[in-house]
T-cell receptor, first 113, second 110 residues
Framework: EAGVVQSPRYKIIEKKQPVAFWCNPI?????LYWYLQNLGQGPELLIR????????DSQLPKDRFSAERLKGVDSTLKIQPAELGDSAVYLC???????????FGPGTRLLVL | GEDVEQSLFLSVREGDSSVINCTYT??????LYWYKQEPGAGLQLLTYIFSNMDMKQDQRLTVLLNKKDKHLSLRIADTQTGDSAIYFC??????????FGKGTTLSVSS
């Protein structure tokens, strides 16, 4: 089966510009996660979806970050406006509902200048 | 909340065994994982262990869990240069977010 797909793989923008990342989970996986990985750190959860419902968004900086999963399949994460400190890798993962194994996509590497 | 700690670096020679250690704080974590990340890539699940197990072996990988001390280790037998990567320990309850350590960089020299 195809893995988690993310695009773009790399993005370079200037500060204050908007940016969006897209994720398509593994077919049949109802749970979707967005993680943020700063340089030299482990990933940290931004938001978790069960189908189209955001069930854990407590770590999402809602002043500038937003996410959606309108049809319960693919998802978009947006930053507006981007700041220098947003430079990081944004990882998407998916799993079957309440299953123990999460599968990760290759990530989107964001550089904010 | 959960906190996961790992040593940051490990250097071994090709053919030796590697042991990467991890500690966690939340005894209610039911699953413990090891992920591998190569440069520029996402995270690859290597193996996981359920909290009621002591050991799990999968080919060259052996996971040991000491639940009393909240200590997890990953042993890689016959380490190869292709094993050079960052290894992340993570903890979770099923269906919830993974809590990761900062990762251990494994360097394998020939």
């Amino acid at each position: 089966e195809a893995g988690v797909v993310q695009s773009p793989r790399y993005k370079i923008i200037e500060k204050k510009q908007p940016v969006a990342f897209w994720c398509n989970p593994i077919s049949g996986h109802n749970t979707l996660y967005w993680y943020l990985q700063n340089l030299g750190q482990g990933p940290e959860l931004l938001i978790r979806y069960e189908n189209e419902e955001a069930v854990d968004d407590s770590q999402l900086p809602k002043d500038r970050f937003s996410a959606e999963r309108l049809k319960g399949v693919d998802s978009t994460l947006k930053i507006q406006p981007a700041e220098l400190g947003d430079s990081a890798v944004y990882l998407c993962a998916s799993s079957r509902t309440r299953e123990k194994t999460q599968y990760f996509g290759p990530g989107t590497r964001l550089l904010v200048l | 909340g959960e906190d996961v700690e790992q040593s940051l670096f490990l250097s071994v020679r090709e053919g030796d065994s590697s042991v990467i250690n991890c500690t966690y704080t939340d005894s209610s974590s039911t699953y413990l994982y090891w992920y591998k990340q190569e440069p520029g890539a996402g995270l690859q699940l290597l193996t996981y262990i359920f909290s009621n197990m002591d050991m799990k072996q999968d080919q060259r990988l052996t996971v040991l869990l000491n639940k009393k001390d909240k200590h997890l280790s990953l042993r890689i037998a016959d380490t190869q240069t292709g094993d050079s990567a960052i290894y992340f320990c993570a903890a979770s309850q099923a269906g919830t977010a993974l809590i990761f350590g900062k990762g251990t960089t494994l360097s394998v020299s020939s």
